[in-house]
C-alpha cells in the first residue's frame, strides 16, 4: 500500500469519527468511483508519476490530492480523455511543488546558518575577552561529581554573612541536645517516647484517645502511646519503626530533641543516619525472659547499634530495662541484664561513669517522670528516666569554626514558597538573612527563619541546637537527608576517595582488596577499596604490617576507599563530625573508622566514547 493510499484512509477515518454530518448511506460509491478510474490510486501502475518514491510529502501535495479527490467525483460525467488531460496536470503541479518544498528547505536552512554565524561574530567582536566555542564536539571527563549551580554562584559573588559579637555568644545558653532511642526490635522504644510526650503534655487527650482507638482496631492495643512517634500508616499496619522520628521533651534544665530510630534489622541505614545527628543515646532492652537474649546474642540489633552509635563518637549512654512489669520488678533479673551490658560496655570503649541504668515501664509509665512506690520495687533507690536525661553533660560547642549543619529533612509549608529545612548545627552558628549553600549540589539560597524546637522562633542558633530553616530560592528536589549546610566562603572540600583509619568488628566477613561496600558518612554511598595500606596495634596503635592482604574480625588498619559519588568529607584533624565512617557488607556492619585524608580526583571515561549526532 502506498504512502498516499495511508495518508487518505487516515483522512477518511477521521471524518468518520469526527465529523456528524458525513453521508454515511453513500460512503461506498466514492471507492466504487475510483476503481474504475483508471487514473486513481487503485490504477496507479497505469500512471508515469511513482507514488511509492515520494519521499516530500507536504500540505501541499496533501491539498493537490483532495483537488484529485474531487475530480474523481465527477469520473460518470466527464470523458475518459477529460480526466487523463487533467491527471496530467496535476502530476505536473505535484512535481513543481515537490521541488519548490525542497529549495525552500535548502534556503531556510542556509539562511539560518548565515544568521548563527553572524550572531557569532557580533558576540566575538562586541567581547573580545571570550572565546568562540568550536563546533566539533570532544570527549567529556567523567568527574564523577553531581551537578552543580555554577552559574548561580558566578552570579552571587556579594554573598551575605551576619558576624556575631563576643558578648552575644558568650550570653548563649548551652541547655539543649539531641539524643538518638536504639535498641532491638519490639524492645518498646516508641512506647517509652510517647509515654514521655504524653505525660509532659505536649500530646493532648483528644490525640491519645485517636491512636487508642486506631490501635485497638488494628489489634494492637499496647500501641496506643508507639503512634505517637510511628505516625505513618505502613508503620502503624506493621507494627515497626521504620522512618526516624523526631520530637522534642523537657527536663528541668535541658531541652532535649528525642530521635525514634528503628530497631528492626532491614532499616539500619534508617538508625545509622539518626544516630549521626545525636550527642547521646538511650538504649531501651526488654527484660523479660529470652526478649533481652534474643536482642543481644548474635543477630540481635542490641549489639550492633551499641557498636554503630560508638563508632559515631557518641559516649553518653543511658540504659532503660524495660518491662519490668512483666517480671514483676526482679530485681535479680534487673542485675544480671545490668552485668551483662556493662562488659559489653566496656568492650565497645564506653567510660563507667557515662553509663547509667534506669529500670522502668514503658506502657504503665512507671519511672519515666514519677518513681515507681509499689512493694515491689522498693529495692530501686535511684532517680527516674527524665531526672536521669537531666544530669546528661553536653559537649562543648565549636562556634568558631565556619558554620556546619547536617540536613535531616526537608518540606514545604501550604502557600509558602520557602523551603523548609531541618538539621542539626554540627559547627559555627547561622543567623537571618544569611546566605547558605547546601552540598553536594551547590544549592544556594537565603535564611528568612530560624526555628529552634517546635515554635521558638530565634535570630541566630549555635552548634549543637537542631533547628528548623526557611530558606527562599532552593529546589527541593535537589536536597535530601545527609546534605551540608554552610556558608559559601567556607565550603568543605567534596571528596571521593579517602584514607580511613577502621577497626574491624566481630563479624565473619573478611576486609580484601576489591572489596564493593556501602560507606555510611552523613548519607551512604557504594564504594570499593582499593588498597589496604597497613595493619596498626589495636593497643599501642603502631604499624604491625605494611599492604597486608586482609583485615579479619577485631583488627585495626589504614585503608584506601574510593566512592562512586563525592560526599562531604573532612579529615579528622578538621572535624571529627564529618569524619565518621561505617562500612556495611551484606547487610551487616563490618567496621567503622574515621577519615584521615580526602581528596577529590577526576576520572576519565574509556576511549570508546560514542559521540552524539547533530540530527
Same mark, same amino acid.
Given at each position: ?15 468518520? @469519527? ?26 496507479? /501502475? ?33 470523458? *475518459? ?12 503541479? %505535484? $512535481? ?19 544568521? &548563527? ?10 567581547? =573580545? ?43 548563649? %545558653? ?11 526490635? /519490639? ?48 508503620? +502503624? ?28 534489622? /532491614? ?55 524495660? &518491662? ?16 551483662? *551490658? ?5 568492650? #565497645? ?63 514545604? +509549608?501550604?502557600?509558602? $514558597? ?11 552558628? %547561622? #543567623?537571618? +538573612? ?55 566562603? $567556607? ?19 573478611? *576486609? ?20 589496604? !595500606? ?5 593497643? =599501642?596503635?603502631? !604499624? ?25 568529607? @573532612? ?13 556495611? *557488607? ?30
Amino acid at each position: 500500500m502506498s504512502r498516499h493510499r495511508q495518508v487518505r484512509q487516515q483522512i477518511s477515518r477521521r471524518e468518520w @469519527e469526527f465529523e456528524d454530518d458525513y453521508d454515511y448511506d453513500h460512503w461506498g460509491e466514492e471507492e466504487e468511483a475510483e476503481e474504475h478510474n483508471p487514473y486513481s490510486y487503485y490504477n496507479r /501502475d497505469n500512471n508515469n508519476y511513482d507514488y511509492n518514491n515520494n519521499e516530500d510529502f507536504s500540505l501541499d501535495e496533501l491539498h493537490i490530492q483532495e483537488q484529485q479527490k474531487e475530480a474523481s467525483k465527477t469520473l460518470t460525467e466527464t470523458p *475518459l480523455s477529460a480526466h487523463k488531460t487533467q491527471h496530467n496536470d496535476i502530476v505536473k503541479a %505535484v $512535481s513543481s511543488s515537490s521541488t519548490k518544498t525542497k529549495k525552500a528547505t535548502t534556503t531556510t536552512t542556509a539562511t539560518t546558518k548565515k544568521k &548563527k554565524n553572524s550572531n557569532s561574530a557580533t558576540t566575538s567582536g562586541s567581547k =573580545t575577552n571570550d572565546k568562540v566555542k568550536p563546533t566539533k564536539k570532544t570527549k567529556k571527563k567523567n568527574t564523577n561529581t553531581n551537578a552543580t549551580n555554577t552559574e548561580g554562584k558566578e552570579k552571587r559573588k556579594n554573598f551575605k554573612k551576619a558576624t556575631l559579637t563576643d558578648d552575644v555568644i558568650a550570653s548563649r %545558653v548551652c541547655d539543649s541536645y539531641t539524643i538518638v532511642v536504639i535498641g532491638h526490635v /519490639d524492645a518498646g522504644k516508641s512506647t517509652v517516647v510517647g509515654h514521655l510526650l504524653y505525660k509532659q503534655g505536649h500530646v493532648d487527650e483528644r490525640a491519645h484517645m485517636k491512636n487508642k482507638r486506631e490501635a485497638q482496631k488494628l489489634g494492637k492495643q499496647s500501641f496506643e502511646f508507639a503512634f505517637m512517634m510511628d505516625e505513618h500508616g505502613s508503620e +502503624r499496619e506493621r507494627g515497626v519503626t521504620i522512618n526516624v522520628g523526631q520530637k522534642q521533651i523537657n527536663t528541668p534544665t535541658k531541652r532535649i530533641t528525642v530521635l525514634d530510630a528503628p530497631g528492626h534489622q /532491614d532499616f539500619v541505614p534508617n538508625m545509622i543516619t539518626g544516630a549521626a545527628h545525636a550527642d547521646s543515646a538511650l538504649l531501651v532492652v526488654d527484660a523479660s525472659p529470652g526478649e533481652f537474649e534474643s536482642g543481644f546474642d548474635d543477630g540481635g540489633q542490641t549489639r550492633e547499634h551499641v557498636l554503630l552509635v560508638r563508632s559515631l563518637g557518641i559516649g553518653n549512654i543511658v540504659v532503660a530495662v524495660n &518491662k519490668m512489669d512483666n517480671i514483676h520488678w526482679d530485681q535479680e533479673r534487673y542485675n544480671s541484664v545490668c552485668e551483662r *551490658l556493662k562488659d559489653f560496655f566496656q568492650q #565497645c570503649g564506653f567510660s563507667k561513669k557515662k553509663i547509667q541504668f534506669v529500670p522502668i515501664s514503658g506502657y504503665f509509665g512507671h519511672n519515666l517522670i514519677v518513681k515507681h512506690t509499689d512493694e515491689e520495687a522498693t529495692w530501686y533507690k535511684g532517680s527516674t528516666l527524665i531526672d536521669v536525661l537531666d544530669t546528661l553533660s553536653v559537649n562543648e560547642r565549636d562556634v568558631s569554626q565556619p558554620l556546619r549543619v547536617s540536613v535531616s529533612d526537608t518540606f514545604k +509549608r501550604i502557600g509558602q $514558597s520557602a523551603l523548609y529545612v531541618c538539621g542539626r548545627v554540627i559547627a559555627g552558628y %547561622v #543567623c537571618l +538573612r544569611d546566605d547558605v549553600i547546601i552540598l553536594p549540589n551547590n544549592e544556594i539560597g537565603t535564611v528568612k527563619e530560624i526555628t529552634i524546637g517546635d515554635s521558638n522562633t530565634v535570630e541566630h542558633a549555635f552548634a549543637g541546637d537542631t533547628i528548623t530553616l526557611a530558606i527562599t530560592n532552593v529546589e527541593e528536589e535537589r536536597i535530601r537527608a545527609g546534605d551540608l549546610l554552610c556558608h559559601p566562603q $567556607s565550603t568543605p572540600q567534596m571528596a571521593n576517595r579517602i584514607k580511613c583509619k577502621i577497626v574491624m568488628f566481630d563479624t565473619k566477613l573478611p *576486609l580484601l582488596h576489591g572489596t564493593h561496600l556501602m560507606l555510611h558518612h552523613q548519607q551512604e554511598s557504594t564504594a570499593a577499596v582499593v588498597h589496604l !595500606v597497613q595493619q596498626l596495634n589495636k593497643k =599501642t596503635m603502631n !604499624v604491625e604490617k605494611e599492604q597486608p592482604r586482609v583485615l579479619t574480625r577485631n583488627m585495626v588498619g589504614v585503608v584506601d576507599v574510593e566512592l562512586d559519588d563525592p560526599l562531604c568529607v @573532612e579529615p579528622v584533624s578538621v572535624s571529627k563530625d564529618l569524619a565518621r565512617v561505617l562500612f556495611r *557488607l551484606r547487610g551487616a556492619t563490618i567496621a567503622g573508622g574515621v577519615a584521615l585524608e580526602a581528596s577529590m580526583e577526576t576520572r576519565e571515561t574509556s576511549d570508546d566514547f560514542d559521540e552524539e549526532d547533530d540530527d
